[in-house]
């Protein structure tokens, strides 16, 4: 291959595949979304047309996180691996990572948790289960895109430690123990830097601390400087067609600032995987058919082991003769998954009413079912929700109706928390995230008993959003990560902040006991007994709660060990755990151990262990000051957007409106999720994401900055590419 075609191999050659060069023995790569479950577009080159191939809907992460079951995710992924064999796609555009910073950020229900070793270890699970099919995974948005406010434009400033310790934690776990395929660096910057020409991120810490051997990509339209990011080591500019960049760099290696080397680099790693993946696409001796049939099964399955019974006073399970009234929208229309990259085409969907048996009349029933919970609008990928509170009509109706019937019971649909000012009303609450296609067949089977609820909350559920740590601070340009490392049950637990439904809770219809955990070596045991009358899972997790450590601030607690036993009545088990160094380890420059006795701590119970720890001076981290400017007119780069541009000249300001009517024509309400994602990526986004996006060509964007500028005479020059 010429350098030129290594060149461009570093580029896409459409939405979502990469350039083949038969001759040279490189294949491409045909990518599809992820995470949870197959997105296949029709067309190569359409970014989100609302309908792609059918797929089976898998609950999404922040239900399977709840499942604390890395077997189960191997399960999922294994199935989605199936499909996209199905459907010749070579690489799955999943598991996202990121750590919930805070409970607003509109894309929380694709992520597994406010833990990043439990999201870590979710992860690993997943890309195991899908690589073992030999399709390959991309694990993403490296790093720190905890917001979508601005995605493509803020700035998460954050100190080394907690950078360490909460947000790089969960990459780190999975890419060591599951080897994804890729990475997919983030839109944002981290410190001033964008991710995607982060150097430190992507080659020092990614390859060399970690041993990364696959390609990175930058989120769709995520490159801000082509020469910078392929010399930080973003090897692939995603989706590709446009030419982004090509001549900077060509230019770059003609002037010598940017080596072949370089370049060659990139393109052999981005061969090297499309030559691993190639397929050896067996041909499906069936229709497939069983192959979906079987998903859906894993996918009822996944929902099922995820749902978390938040409150029971008894009222469930229910007799299999009640009369029970199916009320609220979401009993025919339950929210399943979420709005933007990863809305999946269900293959073959069941709603609560398709299965459950019920009527619509609250007096003459023995319990009422709501089905209630967050509407799709209300979080998706591209915007962050405004609040924590669920739509003041849902909240009517469960009040109305518990006043009328005190058999009441909520089923909940939402991929992030909500306040629940009404839950002292009713008698259950049953959470079932956002559960995929077979949501309605798990509902059924959780509310008569045929299934033990199991699911434990992976994230805390605060009493109000104003008791979040990072409440005050989320949701602007720079993002400033005050709170540090006490982020989720870090924060609550170490501060005594009240909850109403800490991190790891969830009920069963049976109860355990736990003995005292035993620490021998690495090994930590602990005893755990089935003492009630229905058999069930039981999550084991266990926290190590360290020494107080001088100047240095440590949480209270932190998961370093889960697994899951089924016990039947009456059975005791035993679960066990192992203490690595990290198990106790802080962020010094590198990993230390501080000296002292550590509590091992399981289902309440506690043993200890000491440490001798590791010499070291404490270091005091800071987090850096904010860098970007106030756009001024005059001074616009194509790092603005053409909103932010076009109170500043006319013509801007009729493109923005042109291009708003003829989004709104495509998809319809301008308060859909589909219109504010395509706002977001196209009109609010940095005008050099449109260029790569092919949204507007290169002259144009650069004419309507000019415009912006001020300067027609320069705008006419750049229009006619003068
Ligand atoms: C999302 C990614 C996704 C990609 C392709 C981006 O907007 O952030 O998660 O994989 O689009 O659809």
Redesign the pocket.
Known sequence: MTLRDKIKLTEGKN?WETREYPDDGVPKIFMC??PHGL?KQDFTNQ??SSESVKATCFPTAVTTASSFDVNLLEEIGDAIAKEAIDQKSQMV??P?VNIKRNPLCG?NF?YFSEDPYLAGKLAAGLIKGIQKNNIGA?I??FACNNQEYK?MASDSLLDERTLREIYLTAFEIAIKESKPKAV?SS?NKINGDYSSENKKLLTDILRDEWGFEGFVMS???AINDRVKSIQAGCDLL??GGTGYGEKEVINAVKRGELSKNDIRRSAARIAKVARDLEVKFTPVESDGIEDYIHSHDVARKAAEQSAVLLKNDGILPLKANVKIALLGEMADNMRYQGS???RINPMHLVNPVDVLDGCKDIEAADVCVIFAGLPDAYEA??YDRADMKMPQSHIDLINETAAKNPNTVVVLFAGSPVEMPWIDNVKAVLYMGLPGEAGGEAVKNLLYGYVNPCGKLAETWTYNYSDVPSAESFGSRDAVYSEGIFVGYRYYSSKNVAVRFPFGYGLSYTTFEYDKPVVSGDKVTVKVKNTGSVSGYETVMMFVEPPESGEIERPVRELKGFTKIYLKPGETKTAEFTLTDRSFAIWQDGWVIPKGTYNIEVGGKKAFIFKQGDEFTPIKYEIPKPSMRLAVKGEYTLNDSVMDLMHESKIVEAFVKKREKEMAEKYGNTTSPEYMLMHE?VLSAPMRAMIMAGQVKEKVANALLECANGKMTEAFFKYLEL
Do not use: Q, V
Request: charged content about 30%; proline content about 4%; some cysteine.
């Open positions: 939405c979304d992820g997105r970014l989100f555009l999943g996202g894309r694709e991309c993403k948005h995605r997919m839109y989120d769709w339209s995603m989706p933007g990259s990863s990928e591209s990526s």
